[in-house]
C-alpha cells in the first residue's frame, strides 16, 4: 500500500502560518548538513530547522559582513571537507568574504584563503571541491 505524502512550501506558507516567520531567508539555497537543514537569514545569521521538532532555531549571531552592507549577497554551502562555509560577496564582486561555522562556539570565523579548495558560487547552488581533486594548483 502506497503512503500519500503532502508537500508544503516554506517560502510561501499558507495564511494562517505567516505569523510563525518574523525573519526572511537570504537569496542563498539552504542547505541540509548533519540531519538539519541549514539557512542564512538577510543579517547573515545561521538558522537551522531539525525535521524531528519541526521549528527553525537561531545558531549564530550575525556577522559584520552581512551587516555593514545590506546589498551583498550571502552565499551558503558544505565543503567537501563537511564544514558548512558563508561567502559574502560585495556589489559587483568588488569584495569577497569567506567564512567557516566555528561549530564549537557557534560563530563565523573568518577565513584568510580558501584553504586548496575551488569555490563554485550560483544563487541555485554552491559547492567546493579540492584543488588536487580537479588537477588545478592553488
Same mark, same amino acid.
Not at 3 to 22: D, E, H, L, Q, V
Not at 33 to 61: I, M
Not at 74 to 100: A, C, F, N
Given at each position: 500500500?502506497?503512503?500519500?505524502?503532502?508537500?508544503? #512550501?516554506?517560502?510561501?506558507?499558507?495564511?494562517?502560518?505567516?505569523?510563525?516567520?518574523?525573519? #526572511?531567508?537570504?537569496?542563498?539555497?539552504?542547505?541540509?548538513?548533519?540531519? *538539519?537543514?541549514?539557512?542564512?537569514?538577510?543579517?547573515?545569521?545561521?538558522?537551522?530547522? @531539525?525535521?524531528?521538532? &519541526?521549528?527553525?532555531?537561531?545558531?549564530?549571531?550575525?556577522?559584520? *559582513?552581512?551587516?555593514?552592507?545590506?546589498? &551583498?549577497?550571502?552565499?551558503?554551502?558544505?565543503?567537501?571537507?563537511? @564544514?558548512?562555509?558563508?561567502?559574502?560577496?560585495?556589489?559587483?564582486?568588488?569584495?569577497?568574504?569567506?567564512?567557516?561555522?566555528?561549530?564549537?562556539?557557534?560563530?563565523?570565523?573568518?577565513?584568510?584563503?580558501? @584553504?586548496?579548495?575551488?569555490?563554485?558560487? #550560483?544563487?541555485? #547552488?554552491?559547492?567546493?571541491?579540492?584543488?588536487?581533486?580537479?588537477?588545478?594548483?592553488?
Amino acid at each position: 500500500m502506497r503512503r500519500r505524502c503532502r508537500w508544503f #512550501s516554506i517560502s510561501n506558507p499558507p495564511c494562517k502560518a505567516k505569523a510563525i516567520f518574523k525573519w #526572511s531567508c537570504s537569496g542563498s539555497s539552504p542547505v541540509f548538513h548533519n540531519g *538539519a537543514f541549514y539557512c542564512l537569514d538577510q543579517q547573515g545569521r545561521l538558522r537551522v530547522l @531539525e525535521p524531528r521538532s &519541526n521549528k527553525w532555531r537561531l545558531l549564530t549571531t550575525e556577522h559584520s *559582513a552581512f551587516t555593514n552592507k545590506p546589498t &551583498n549577497q550571502g552565499y551558503l554551502m558544505e565543503s567537501h571537507k563537511g @564544514e558548512l562555509i558563508s561567502i559574502v560577496v560585495g556589489p559587483r564582486g568588488k569584495s569577497v568574504t569567506v567564512l567557516k561555522l566555528d561549530k564549537n562556539r557557534t560563530v563565523w570565523r573568518r577565513m584568510t584563503d580558501v @584553504e586548496g579548495r575551488v569555490v563554485f558560487l #550560483s544563487p541555485a #547552488s554552491c559547492m567546493t571541491m579540492s584543488c588536487e581533486e580537479l588537477g588545478v594548483e592553488q
